[in-house]
């Protein structure tokens, strides 16, 4: 039997149409406008229509294996592995976002933001969104069984991190840190698929990219805080109240300041620090939007951490490739 359709959607002024695009969704994006109708569903479930996802998951692999190229003198972080971030990124993702969705469609139905989601509108079943969630897994499985093997049990280590985080903003004021804790394990995958074990720079890229989650997904929790309080969903967003701006600011910092740590423990050199003060940059100019926010404003200051990332992910790869060539 299929999940029953909440009372409170499809019906009334601005309920959202079943197979209407989500609001946070790319705007004309391929999913809504020319994927087969039969697969929009799963494609909605597994967030294809919405990156920044897959894109925030992917960054902490890329700076652990950007540093771990400057630490072991190559020339650039290798490719095959960043490859397999990426493809493992976007899998993964979508398997951990189908999972969430299936423990929260309930808590979903009653938000107006996530109502609309494929579980939640009745589009697709519970049982049917777990055999999907089981095949994306196995994916992922075979991605990881690429590297070596301490990568492939540290990557297997992470799921429980990942099976409990649904649960946390019912038991928990900071669900962002646990979300963190599961966001960033890249941070020390990137660097264990090079070096076969965990070192300093990995330590502290992973801190780095934790307390980054926390600081976006506030940003992003900023969305939703007055459907939050009635469906009784706890976030940092509501924890920190008015003081949104300076706890997301501290997060920042500290993040800025573990990258540096990170930098300087895996010997960076001037354009490696170069991509730590822009990523410094973006996320001050970001503290600096905060006061007064919007819902759309805050949707657009959280897509933006893809680019900030990138500007660290950047610095390091180029700092790589400088320092290599100038040995040569």
């Known amino acids: 039997m299929p999940d029953p359709i909440p009372a409170n959607l499809g019906s009334g002024p601005g309920a959202p149409l079943p197979d209407a695009p989500l609001p946070d969704a790319l705007t004309g994006h391929w999913v809504d406008t020319r994927a087969p109708r039969a697969l929009r569903p799963y494609l909605k479930l597994a967030r294809i229509e919405r990156p920044v996802g897959w894109q925030l998951l992917l960054l902490p692999c890329w700076w652990a294996g950007g540093l771990a190229a400057i630490a072991g003198g190559k020339a650039f972080p290798d490719v095959w592995h960043c490859l397999l971030f990426l493809v493992g990124a976007i899998v993964m993702r979508a398997a951990g976002s189908t999972f969430n969705d299936i423990v929260d469609r309930k808590l979903d139905a009653q938000v107006a933001r996530t109502r609309g989601r494929p579980l939640p509108s009745g589009q697709v079943t519970a049982k049917a969104a777990a055999l999907f969630m ?25 799921l429980a991190i ?83 701006r300076e706890a997301i600011g501290a997060c920042f910092g500290l993040a800025v300041l573990l990258s540096a740590a990170a930098t300087w423990t895996a010997g960076g050199g001037i354009v490696a620090w170069l991509g730590v003060a822009g990523f410094a940059g973006h996320l001050g100019w970001q503290v600096a939007q905060i006061k007064g926010v919007t819902p759309p404003l805050a949707l657009k200051l959280f897509r933006s951490n893809w680019n900030a990332g990138l500007l660290l992910a950047t610095g390091f790869a180029l700092d790589a490739l400088s320092r290599f060539a100038l040995q040569s």
């Open 134 to 158: 089981v095949g994306l897994s196995l994916v992922g499985l075979v991605i990881l069984l690429q590297f070596n093997r301490f990568t492939v049990i540290l990557g297997i280590a992470s």
């Open 162 to 244: 990942v099976a409990v985080y649904p649960f946390m903003k019912r038991i928990t004021q900071m669900p962002q840190f646990v979300l963190g804790l599961a966001f960033s394990w890249g941070g020390l995958v990137g660097w264990s698929a090079v070096f076969g074990r965990l070192d300093a720079p990995a330590y502290l890229i992973y801190a780095a990219a934790v307390v980054w989650t926390i600081g976006y997904d506030t940003i992003y929790a900023l969305q939703d805080i007055e459907d939050d309080v009635i469906a009784g969903i706890k976030s940092s967003a509501r924890y920190f109240g008015s003081f949104n």
